[in-house]
């Protein structure tokens, strides 16, 4: 490193070059694998930054996310129109009502929905538990995009036919 006052500073990284070939991805692990075509999928987390960082990740996986702030309201959605989503993914922790409670409603409502329950809060909940909920599937916080992708991926395989796509 080198500082000049008033003119700045100047920093060498230097790296060391190998002959080894770098990993190469294998299709398990290519994105590509669980890309879709704008199926809509709920989003349902009252942190309105994580929520639009979910829908991002899965607006590069290929679907159509559809955001909610409220269970309540994504329930009422839900009802009026259940044809339409592919699939939830919901955060446990919300302001007006747990993670749990939707996912209890909606295997009502739409029973074939496939729910993703997503915490940072690994102590409250796991893979077995959010099964036991009724939940298909468990991602704890923080995930990878490409986690992401093989939970939803796993979740639809399990959950059946994909949903209209207006």
């Known amino acids: 490193m080198r500082s000049t006052p008033g003119q700045g500073a100047t920093f060498d990284l230097y790296f060391r070059t190998t002959n080894e070939n770098a990993a190469k991805i ?13 199926e809509c999928v709920m ?16 607006g590069r996986l ?3 996310p559809v955001i909610f702030s409220s ?10 129109a259940p044809e339409y ?10 302001l007006d009502l747990n993670g749990i409670e939707p996912t209890i409603a909606v295997k009502t409502v739409s029973p074939g ?6 915490s940072g809060d690994a102590a409250r909940i796991d893979e077995d538990r959010a ?7 468990f991602l704890p ?3 990878a995009m490409l986690a992401l992708g093989k939970a939803v991926s796993r979740s639809l395989r399990r959950g059946g036919q994909p949903k209209l796509q207006n």
Do not use: C, Q
């Open 26 to 38: 294998t299709s398990d692990d290519d994105t590509t694998a669980v890309k879709k075509h704008g």
């Open 43 to 58: 989003v349902v987390d009252d942190e309105a930054i994580l929520a639009r960082a979910l829908a991002s990740v899965l």
């Open 62 to 64: 290929g679907y159509r």
């Open 71 to 80: 269970s309540r309201e994504a329930l009422e959605r839900l009802r009026n």
């Open 85 to 94: 989503f592919l699939l939830m993914i919901t955060d446990i922790t919300m």
């Open 113 to 118: 929905l496939p729910v993703i329950l997503v």
């Open 131 to 137: 099964r036991l909920l009724g939940a298909d599937s």
């Open 141 to 143: 916080k923080p995930y």
